[in-house]
């Protein structure tokens, strides 16, 4: 950079979004409609995700798949998630495609979505139309059906990250806090329809006839919005990619770039780089011992540097990392089971029971009123993301994140101790504004931090004092995501030893309200908040 950018093995790469009329790092405003346009990409994952939570159970239940490979079907996808979010979201920070860093992980990742939904809702009709025996047909209907459950689970959690990173890559400080707002919005419009279609009786409709069964009307309608969604979050916002800057030429850099140390390195961070005083998004390596570009990325994705910078992130984003696995370990203690704890608790049924007994058609009510309540849930959680941009104003980020584990954790305890159709149904809109408070407020403050990161390269590039390298957007945005699979490792390794040695899953209710309280205290006392 500047006066060395002649010296040999020196290469960096800046994005050409930095060569704009708004100058270095400066992002234009964005039209409300583009923010909405990059939304969609959240409607169409949580549509699916609701789809999935109303069918998967059935699913794997019609192709007779054994107890003993349900831990398997549920841990399988986090623990992967886990183990490669980090490693992708860090490639994605180097990715040098020419249609930008994130958007051809979300373009895989929505095609791995669409593999999946195809092959554990359709998989067991495709297999039985081409195979006749039927031991040969249940392995396989088993295997595919496992296949397309942990392949969709696993690119729909891994999504989150790239598209968070993509939103924060190309906006303004106050258009990524419109732009998450947007994301919770809009996420719980597509959990609310993905709910209600899950509702419908659809193989008693003409359009489950013509498509054959209901899984195959919900594949046609998620395969549908799926796409639809995804090309208009694709198109929403132009990304621009990363070049290598040290071919451009040797006099106009050294007129524009202020002289800096020859003997530094500096690399593509979360803190992005200063030029001129300004902000810019790139990668400076420097120094005699610099290796070539494709080496230098390599050398940048390895686990052993990976681990490193996750092991030296600065200790507000570790606490930011913690209360995010408290919070998602509360919130899918208490998902995952609460359908099960409306059968059982709330309506008295058996699911145990035979399937034309009293016992086993009560439960199946309340499993259907529970799905309501999940409803309930989604159309709460859009509700409140619309009020949220008001209440920050009031009460602050460390209000809203506070009052939302408070509220789901008195919520899932009320629910948990005085269990009552429909004081349950009402205090699902607890679970809303838990659901909300997590999609918002912690990338929130990582946006905060960033913001202020920035502030302080600035300060530090006019004062002469070298850069700091740094992780990029995308593995901090991976990092807080990746504490979601984590969570589902804990809850899915956890709970069920809890319920069986309890005897009732009401254990798994009290249980979530118990984290969200010591949630509450661990958001008002270790997490900061930027003043």
């Given amino acids: 950079m500047g006066g060395n950018s002649g010296q040999p093995g020196t290469h960096t790469y800046r994005s050409l979004a930095e060569d704009g009329p708004l100058g270095a790092g400066e992002q234009p405003r964005r039209p409300t409609g583009r923010l909405i346009m990059h939304s969609m990409a959240m409607f169409g994952r949580e549509f699916c995700y609701a789809v999935e939570a109303a069918y998967v159970t059935p699913v794997l239940l019609s192709v007779g798949l054994p107890k003993s490979l349900y831990s398997v079907v549920w841990l ?31 373009l895989a990742l929505g095609v791995m979505m669409l593999l999946g939904m195809a092959l554990y809702l359709n998989g067991d009709t495709v297999v039985s139309a081409l195979i006749a025996d039927p031991q040969r047909k249940l392995i396989w209907a088993i295997t595919i059906t496992m296949m397309g459950v942990v392949l969709f689970d696993f690119a729909a959690d891994f999504i989150d990250g790239p598209i968070k990173a993509y939103l924060f890559d190309v906006c303004s400080h106050q258009d990524k806090e419109r732009g998450l707002h947007y994301h919770a919005l809009f996420t719980g419009f597509g959990g609310a329809l993905g709910y209600l279609l ?87 390596v420097q120094g005699e011992k610099t290796k070539s570009p494709a ?30 696995l408290i919070g998602w370990t509360a919130f899918l203690s208490n998902m995952l089971f609460f359908t099960d704890f409306m059968g059982r608790i709330v309506y008295h049924g058996n699911p145990y029971s035979a399937h034309n007994s009293t016992e086993f058609l009560v439960y199946e009510r309340g499993v259907e009123v529970g799905c309501w309540g999940l409803c309930i849930n989604a159309a709460f959680s859009s509700l409140y993301s619309y009020f949220q941009k008001a209440l920050v104003s009031y009460i602050g980020l460390k209000g809203l994140y506070f009052m939302g584990y408070l509220l789901f954790g008195l919520g899932t305890g009320f629910i948990g101790l005085f269990p009552n159709v429909y004081s349950t149904l009402a205090l699902c809109a607890s679970f809303g504004v838990m659901s909300s408070t997590l999609y918002t407020v912690p990338f929130n403050l990582m946006a905060e931090y960033h913001r202020e990161e920035q502030e ?37 390794g956890g709970l069920g030893f809890l319920v069986n040695m309890a005897g009732s899953v009401v254990v798994v209710v009290i249980s979530a309200s118990l984290v969200a309280l010591m949630g509450c205290c661990f958001v008002a006392l270790f997490v900061r908040y930027v003043q």
Avoid at 247 to 265: F, N, V
Wanted: aromatic letters at 8%.
């Fill in 76 to 106: 399988l996808s986090p623990i992967l998630g886990f183990l490669l979010q980090p490693v992708v979201g860090s490639a994605s920070d180097y990715c040098r495609a020419g249609w930008g860093r994130r958007r051809p992980y979300i």
């Fill in 295 to 324: 080496e230098q990325i390599q050398r940048t994705m390895t686990m052993k540097s990976l681990l490193r910078a996750l092991v030296n992130m600065p200790s507000h984003y570790r606490c930011l990392c913690i209360s995010h």
């Fill in 456 to 492: 302080e390269q600035k300060q530090k590039a006019r004062a002469g004092a070298p850069d700091s390298g740094g992780r990029g957007q995308g593995l901090d945005c991976a990092t807080l995501t990746c504490m979601v699979q984590l969570a589902q490792i804990l809850v899915g």
């Fill in 198 to 284: 899950g509702a419908i009786d659809w193989a008693h409709l003409k359009l489950g006839r013509v498509l054959g069964t209901e899984f195959q009307v919900m594949f046609f309608f998620s395969a549908l919005v799926l796409t639809l969604c995804f090309i208009i979050h694709l198109c929403s916002i132009p990304e621009a990619p990363l070049r290598d800057t040290a071919k451009d030429s040797l006099p106009q850099q050294a007129r524009q770039d202020p002289p800096l140390s020859s003997d530094k390195t500096y690399e593509y961070g979360s803190i992005e780089k200063v030029k001129n005083g300004y902000v810019h998004s790139e990668l400076t």
